[in-house]
């Protein structure tokens, strides 16, 4: 069994009402993977994953805090928020050292194999691929594959 991180728009993906194709294919996609591969998995979120929705602007927080209960809670260390200010210092994540690079340092730090997302942009980005193994693998971690949940559900078959 994989250990697999579920970062925060994956589980905002599986919650969303909003109707956009993209938006429906995101959800459809989430909750297709939960629904069927989920279980051949070790699941986790950090606290990181359980702050961001608790935020007031944060769409469909109790949704989403209520999916994720029972997922194991990975506590947000010294170390994971050093990693994570390694990891923006070193350009591999954008500014804050918060959310995507903290998601990132917890998912290496914590052993992870996959880190489960929609971000594109900063995380499942292949132009960051390279750049973050060379980082991980200097301060003794190994990165987690980051991964589309429609990616993982294919890797999984």
Request: proline share 6%.
């Given at each position: ?13 599986c ?39 608790s ?48 998601h ?54």
């Amino acid at each position: 069994m994989a250990r697999v991180y579920l970062e925060t728009s994956f589980v905002s993906a599986c919650v969303t009402t909003r109707a956009s194709v993209r938006s429906v294919y995101e959800r459809e996609a989430s909750l297709a993977w939960w629904n069927h591969d989920a279980g051949e998995h070790d699941l986790f979120v950090s606290l990181e994953v359980l702050t961001e929705p608790s935020h007031p602007q944060y769409p469909r927080s109790d949704e989403a805090l209520r999916f994720v209960n029972g997922v194991p809670v990975i506590p947000v260390t010294d170390a994971m928020v050093e990693f994570a200010a390694l990891l923006v210092e070193r350009k591999v994540m954008p500014h804050p050292v918060a959310g995507d690079a903290l998601h990132v340092a917890a998912a290496a730090i914590a052993q992870m194999q996959y880190l489960l997302t929609w971000n594109v942009r900063h995380l499942a980005n292949p132009n960051k691929v390279l750049h973050l193994n060379a980082v991980c693998m200097e301060n003794g971690y190994i990165a987690p594959s980051i991964v589309r949940p429609d990616d993982l559900r294919e890797m999984d078959r």
